[in-house]
């Protein structure tokens, strides 16, 4: 596979009051952007994209420069062949599904191979109002792929989308990620997204760039407790498959020692399954044993409280996983929660989901 | 009770001008709807205005405005008369002339309507696929505007085809050479044929009705 080009942004764009003030050069084949919905990470893709023109600064892909407000040079959209995935589609309601994928597809070429890819090869002559959400997103993704485009910009492609179609779509965002050799731009407010794709993540909050490095490098240390406050995260863990009953509909899944019983799920024993469990859903208990449904007990330790105006976050130490949990001030009062503290989490079997195949 | 050979005049001649303002003004009407639906620039209201004036200005003193700016003396025509030698006041030329100003607010509001609905996302979308502005509006804009298109070209040319007031100031009421529908059915009432009156009363008000049909067919879903 070939080095992904150098991608250099440096540029400043105010809207009103607010400052986009951006400076990174992304290296890697997928980098995502990771933000909540008013952080600038759209205004961002549109600079990119050249829908947008920045204030001031440059805008260099892989030597070529797009935009230098020093030497007055801005490529339009057109001339920049980037594919981009809009958050809401975009598709063109007055053309099939077909037309809208051969849109900006160069001249005189077979039908794309994103077609095949995205298998969305028995509703090309549908128009886009006959789609469903997930399908209606997978064509947009196919038309920016058609067009044959030296890099694709992901606008949240998924958040449109429910949770189990997301993880549906998932699969074919890795499928793009491998038979299409050009660097993905991708922007999300969701943790999981960015983790189940990007090589490399930048978190952007106010404008600007706050932290970045490898997606779950940023997640595992304590410091990412903020941001999993800031992308309305949930937990999420690698654990490997010890049993897989399909009969009794469960499968259990190790965490240093300890076990974790998830609703069933097609994997190998031994494999390494990515989970998700929101910070709410879980329970904070000072005793083991409990009579009670739900299915997981994790002992941990409390490493740092957080307390905030509408909760308390709790950072818990499970040998060396970290746990963000969501409490009310109450609980905390009442339990008397303090750092170095032991306690046991409770989870429910259904509260914890995979997050992709 | 044969319909005659002047009122079949005056029937064709209405609707060769209607057809010919149509030809004069679409292509300027789409430009014009364009700027004003999706472009921002210094003057934008003002052209906005200028353009809605004969929708509210009587059409009497359009037709006044023009026969001064057309006339011999007047600033355009003055200018024609000196370098080509036509005069265009009273002729079928002035015929055209007044129902496209007259008409001209109508097709452009509804191309206004029309591409004002097609969201800029689907443009931006469009040139981000490659396209240069041209073609976004070619493959984009237009065929999505086309029912605030359609309506307003037949809303246009329903007034073309039935524009009195500015005719008959610019271009006078000669049978057989500028007498429209409209400037026949003014004479016949006023010359007392009831006859002819009543024949061309009928046949403006299909011409209307289907008119105003088409449009709601092709405007509305």
Redesign the interface.
Known sequence: MADSPQIKLDFRKSLGSFILDINCTLETKVSAFLGVSGSGKSTLLNCV???LTPDEGEIIFGGEVLYASASKINL???K?????V?Q?G?L???LTVAQNIR??QPKRRKPSAAIDVLELGEFLQRYPSELSGGQRQRVAIA??LA?EPRML?MDEPLASLDTALKERIIPYLHHVKDAFDIPILYITHAFSEAMALADEAFLIANGEIIASGEPHGLLAAPSAMPIAQLTGIENILFLPVTLSDKAKGVTSLEIEGQSLVIPYTEAEIGETVPIAIRAEDIIISLEPDLSISARNTLRGTIQHLDVKSEATWISILVEWHHLAVKITHQAREQLQLKEGLEVYCVIKASAINRLWE | MRITPAEVAALALSIKVALLSLVFTFPIGLFVGWLLAKRTFPGKSFLNTLVLCPLVLPPIVSGYLLLILLGRNGLIGGFIYQVFGIEIVFSELAVVIAVSIISFPLLVRGIVTGMESV?L??E?????????PIKVFW??TL??AYRGVIGGTILGFSKSLGEFGATIMVAGNIPGKTQTMALAIFSAVHLGEDVSVYRLVFISTIVAFVALWLTERFTLR
Do not use: C, D, K, V
């Open positions: 994209s050249g829908i339009p959209p057109e920049r062949r980037f594919g981009y809009f809401e975009f063109f309601p007055h849109y900006g038309r920016a067009m910009l | 969201p996302e689907l931006n979308a469009a040139r981000t696929l490659g396209a240069s493959t984009i065929p999505m």
